[in-house]
């Protein structure tokens, strides 16, 4: 079996738009939103990829299947995957979880497809599947906290509106909870608070894993130059680039949505925004 890759970020931070570009790769396997309502029924997601596969049958299903993170596929291979209180660490790991996520992936090939990719958000989970695949290759995409938040506010399934006490990121330190309670308990900033929770996760999870198994990739990068990103992510993964691949990506439009937060906010908002992320963004790669 061929190292899998899996795409990884906090959450509205451009994950599912490269899912949606990485698995037009004709060399890729990956989940679709059958998984969400058939786990079990593998070749199900095994007759939609070889269908897709040809170019008239392919074309008239395409906008019919699309990527899924699948939890309930994964559900079936670790009940606690798909939402820990806490990130996943390699000491979470126990033999019976390594070959039960083994045994599961070694079914998830097709002819010309050997090459499995998943996508998951939220905490990083990077040290607890390096340690079932060391020879994994992580994707993180990380996109700018101002937008983030401004996403997960507006997001209807957000989990923020019940509070940090029924949230799925554990409680908040003095640290946080004092700031919170400055900003008269923002939503906004709590969902900022969030963010910079999960990039820290993702910063730790990163120091600790195996040299030349994560890259790192900004969402406003991918927006500017998804060709020149893509081939990034390609190299890294030792697939091959095609000019039919390259085709397939430009039939996407992709558009930068980080001006949402500028004209969505009232001035207040975007003020208190701004001062409570000040340090976190610098610290993330981001100017104010």
């Not at 998984?35 to 897709?52: A, C, F, G, S, T």
């Not at 929770?197 to 998804?226: D, G, H, R, T, W």
């Not at 992320?277 to 610098?282: F, I, R």
């Amino acid at each position: 079996m061929k190292a899998p890759i899996f795409i990884v970020g906090t959450g509205r931070s451009g994950t599912t738009i490269l899912f949606k570009l990485l698995k037009e790769h004709p060399r890729i396997y990956w989940l679709s939103h059958l998984m969400n309502q058939y786990p079990e029924k593998i070749y199900l997601n095994d007759l939609v990829l070889r269908i897709i596969s040809y170019p008239i049958l392919g074309r008239a299903i395409k906008n019919h299947i699309y990527p899924a993170e699948a939890y309930p596929f994964w559900d079936k291979v670790f009940p606690g995957f798909k939402m820990p209180c806490r990130d996943l660490f390699a000491e979470d790991v126990t033999p019976i979880i390594k070959k039960a996520f083994h045994d599961k992936i070694s079914k998830c090939f097709i002819k010309n497809r050997e090459q499995f990719i998943a996508k998951f958000t939220g905490w990083p989970r990077i040290g607890f599947l390096q340690k079932i695949f060391p020879d994994a290759k992580f994707i993180h995409i990380k996109r700018d906290g101002r937008a983030v938040a401004n996403s997960l506010f507006n997001y209807r399934l957000w989990n923020g509106w019940y509070g940090p006490e029924s949230w799925r990121w554990g409680s908040l330190s003095d640290d946080f909870a004092l700031l919170w309670d400055q900003f008269q308990r923002s939503f906004l900033i709590l969902a900022a608070i969030q963010w910079v929770i999960l990039e820290q996760a993702f910063m730790a999870a990163i120091e600790k894993s195996k040299n030349n198994s994560v890259l790192s990739i900004k969402y406003e990068n991918l927006c500017s130059n998804p060709l020149g990103v893509l081939k990034q992510i390609v190299e890294f993964c030792g697939l091959d680039w095609s000019q039919k691949f390259e085709s397939r990506i430009k039939e996407h439009k992709i558009y930068d949505a980080n001006k949402k937060w500028k004209t969505g906010l009232s001035k207040k908002q975007k003020k208190d925004l701004q001062d409570f992320l000040k340090g976190y963004l610098d610290q993330f790669g981001y100017k104010t």
